[in-house]
């Protein structure tokens, strides 16, 4: 009868660590889709984000070599414009 006890005491134990594993698991989960969800880096860099589309959009939609390959040009350096402000915030919150 005791064992029947202790066994029971055990599996409610069990059961409440897995739903707390599970509870932080799920947490981990949500945090991690919040900063894939592209709508978080459009709001934050809206400039940035219009150089990339439009940059993209000259180079695909070009008829000749050398418009597209000025249009890849804005695309790195929209990239480039985007890096170097994540560096640049990167270091003002380092000096704060």
């Known amino acids: 009868m005791a064992d029947d006890l202790d066994t029971k005491d055990e599996i409610a134990e069990a059961t409440q660590d ?21 709508g978080g880096g459009i709001r934050k860099h809206p400039l940035t984000t219009a ?19 000025i249009g890849l040009v804005l695309l790195g350096g929209a990239i ?8 640049s915030n990167s270091d003002e919150i380092k000096r704060a």
């Open 80 to 87: 480039l414009l985007s890096h170097g402000r994540k560096i």
């Open 18 to 38: 897995l739903r707390d594993a599970l509870h932080e698991v799920n947490g981990r989960v949500e945090e991690t889709v919040a900063k894939l969800r592209p």
């Open 51 to 69: 150089w990339v589309a439009g940059a993209l959009g000259f180079a695909l939609g070009a008829e000749s070599a050398e418009v597209g390959l």
